[in-house]
Every structure is written in structure tokens, then in C-alpha cells.
């Protein structure tokens, strides 16, 4: 069973753009979203992360956005960059079952300059 | 560094084979994180501990794989009889129960069973 889906699979966005990805749980017991980003050979790093208690984050060009009664969040890459072209992941945990992380599938990013 | 590290970094061994992967936390992080990642796929969680303690297993890890974390510091995954289906990349991370939580990654160990 999926609990995390993740769209799109992968974009293209021109330098200076927004790119958008988006995420769907199925599981309200989740309470911690995190996004990660991933370089080719590289682990998983975190970018942002939020709690259901806020419907959105900002950190830098960074943003979740978070909509509870959906069940959906995304992130948001303001003025995107070449440098940003990169697997990004969504995820979701609960803290009571010790914080292990689902994964979505991962949207594949490439900022074309 | 004071990241997390693992090692080795690429194994490429022989169907029936066992091996052995070696994750070293950052220090002061009490949980202990293992992943399965394939390609074009998102990780899986494995197992975790938190100090020496394992706290859960994925139905993933079927019995030809162990994980230990001795006095509670680093931690090895061994793969007995790997099948080519464990070709993966196997990946680390760790957090500090009872502060942030964020799971820091380490670079991952890529398998290939031929």
C-alpha cells in the first residue's frame, strides 16, 4: 500500500521559474512532512520540513505548503536554478512509531538555463 | 566530516555471497536508521535503532539480513546468500531522539549481485 504519492514523476522548468511538486498521504495519524533532495550518487539531504499544526514554511527559496483536511502537501522552488536540478522526495512519519520515514516516489527536476 | 558514513561505498559480489555494510552516525544521535533505495524509486525503511536496541523490522528485511548496533555506536547490515534482487542502494541515516529528529543521511552503499 502506498501511503505517500508524489507528482509529477519528473519536470522541466526554465531558470527563474517555480517549480511545484506535490504530495498526497493517506495515513492522519502522520505528523511530521519532511522534503528531501537527492544528486545523483549522493544521499538524500534535507531541504524542509513541517507539522500539521501550520498550513505553510518558508526557508529561503523554499516552501511548503500544507493543506490538513486534504491530505496534501507540496513544496514550492521559488527562482529556480540549474544548480536545484535534482530528485526531490516527500515524506511522511509519526513520531509515536519511532520516526521511520515513507517516502513518495520522487519528482525529477531539471532547470533547463 | 561530521556526518554520517558509510563503507563501502560500491560492492559488487557474486549470487550466494554474503556481505557486510558498516554505517557510522553522527555521534551524539541515539536512533539509527537503515533504508533500501532502488532505482528510480523513493527509500524504504528497513529497521531502526535506538541506541543498541532494534525497535522495529520491515517485512522487507527477510531473515538473510541481520543488523546489529553494538554499544550503541556504529552499525553493520549483513546480507547472507544475496540474491540479485538485493541490488540496491542501502542507506544510512540517523537523528537525535528527543531534539529535532531530522534524519540525516549518509551517502549510501551501492550493491550489485551478479
Known amino acids: 500500500q502506498q501511503q505517500v504519492k508524489q507528482s509529477p514523476q519528473s519536470l522541466i522548468v526554465q531558470k527563474g521559474g517555480i517549480s511545484i511538486i506535490n504530495c498526497a498521504y493517506e495515513?492522519?495519524?502522520?505528523?511530521?512532512f519532511p522534503w528531501y533532495q537527492q544528486f545523483p550518487g549522493k544521499g538524500p539531504a534535507l531541504l524542509i520540513a513541517?507539522?500539521?499544526?501550520?498550513s505553510e514554511k518558508k526557508e529561503g527559496r523554499f516552501t511548503i505548503s500544507f493543506n490538513k483536511s486534504a491530505k496534501q502537501f507540496s513544496l514550492h522552488i521559488m527562482d529556480s536554478q540549474p544548480g536545484d536540478s535534482a530528485t526531490y522526495f516527500c515524506?511522511?512519519?509519526?513520531?509515536?512509531?519511532?520516526?521511520?520515514?515513507?517516502f513518495g516516489q520522487g519528482t525529477e527536476l531539471s532547470v533547463k538555463p | 566530516d561530521t556526518g554520517v558514513s558509510q563503507n563501502p561505498r560500491h560492492k559488487i559480489t557474486k549470487r550466494g555471497q554474503n556481505v557486510t555494510f558498516r554505517c557510522d552516525p553522527i555521534?551524539?544521535?541515539?536512533?539509527l536508521y537503515w533504508y533500501r533505495q532502488t532505482l528510480g524509486q523513493g527509500p524504504e525503511f528497513l529497521t531502526y535503532?535506538?541506541?543498541?536496541?532494534?525497535?522495529?523490522k520491515s517485512r522487507l528485511l527477510s531473515d538473510r539480513f541481520s543488523a546489529e548496533r553494538p554499544k550503541g555506536s556504529f552499525s553493520t547490515l549483513e546480507i547472507q546468500r544475496t540474491e540479485q534482487g538485493d541490488s540496491a542502494m542501502y542507506l544510512c541515516?540517523?537523528?537525535?531522539?528527543?531534539?529535532?529528529?531530522?534524519?540525516?543521511f549518509g551517502p549510501g552503499t551501492r550493491l550489485l549481485v551478479l
Open positions: 541515516a540517523s537523528s537525535f531522539y528527543g531534539g529535532l529528529e531530522t534524519q540525516y
Open positions: 495515513n492522519t495519524a502522520f505528523d511530521y
Open positions: 513541517i507539522r500539521p499544526d501550520v
Open positions: 515524506a511522511a512519519s509519526k513520531d509515536n512509531q519511532g520516526g521511520k520515514l515513507i
Open positions: 555521534s551524539e544521535h541515539n536512533r
Open positions: 535503532f535506538q541506541n543498541e536496541a532494534q525497535l522495529e
